[in-house]
């Protein structure tokens, strides 16, 4: 598995697998109106521009994943804390994939910087489960849950917020 910077040429692939769960489940508050290829090449390359990690993983030159920061809130008071995205192609979870993405990410979050970092988890108890344990093995603490916040697929859903600090104390 090769873990290497996300380029504008993975962005139809990201697309993709960002809009399988936009469409089929309620990990994600898109539903129908999820980002363009055309609008990830413009995010990827926004994001690379203001220093936050874009990452894929790919398996035989083809993207199977990615993780990115992006910021949090948008505040400039937040500029030392950022929110993380992972998603991987349905057919590549439960392999470790997604670990070796969040593990190199937060490398690269403490190399630009960052000193905070947010996931934001729906409906962790279901459909959410895989993401609650990723975060959680990696070092986030469960900070918060917003209750009843999403409603998508017939389900209204909470939002849990974990943290992961880089500190050097923690
Ligand atoms: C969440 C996701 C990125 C995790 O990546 P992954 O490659 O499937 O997970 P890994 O195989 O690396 O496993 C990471 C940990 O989660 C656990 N895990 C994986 N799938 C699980 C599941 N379905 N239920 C419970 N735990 C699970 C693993 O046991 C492992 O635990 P450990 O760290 O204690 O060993 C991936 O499953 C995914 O893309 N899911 C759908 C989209 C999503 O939820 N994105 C996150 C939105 S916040």
């Known amino acids: 598995m090769d873990i290497r910077p996300a380029h504008v040429r993975d962005a139809a692939r990201i697309e993709s697998i960002y809009r399988h769960y936009a469409l089929h489940s309620v990990l994600t508050a898109d539903v129908d109106d999820s ?46 804390t950022a929110e993380n995205s992972i998603y991987l192609d349905p057919n590549a979870v439960g392999a470790g994939i997604g670990r070796q993405l969040l593990d190199r990410l937060l490398d690269d979050a403490r190399a630009c910087g960052i000193r905070e970092v947010i996931a934001l988890v729906a409906d962790g108890e279901h459909e959410g489960r895989a993401s609650r344990a990723l975060h959680l093995g990696a070092g986030y603490r469960h900070v918060g849950r917003l209750q009843r916040v999403g409603s998508k697929r017939g389900r209204i859903t909470d939002v849990e917020l974990l943290q992961r600090s880089l500190q050097p104390s923690d």
Do not use: I
Not at 35 to 52: F, H
């Open 35 to 80: 980002p363009t290829a055309r609008e990830w090449e413009l995010r990827l390359e926004q994001l690379a521009a203001s220093g936050y990690p874009t990452l894929v993983a790919a398996a035989d030159r083809d993207v199977v994943g990615y993780a990115l920061l992006m910021p949090w809130l948008a505040k400039p008071a937040f500029a030392h």
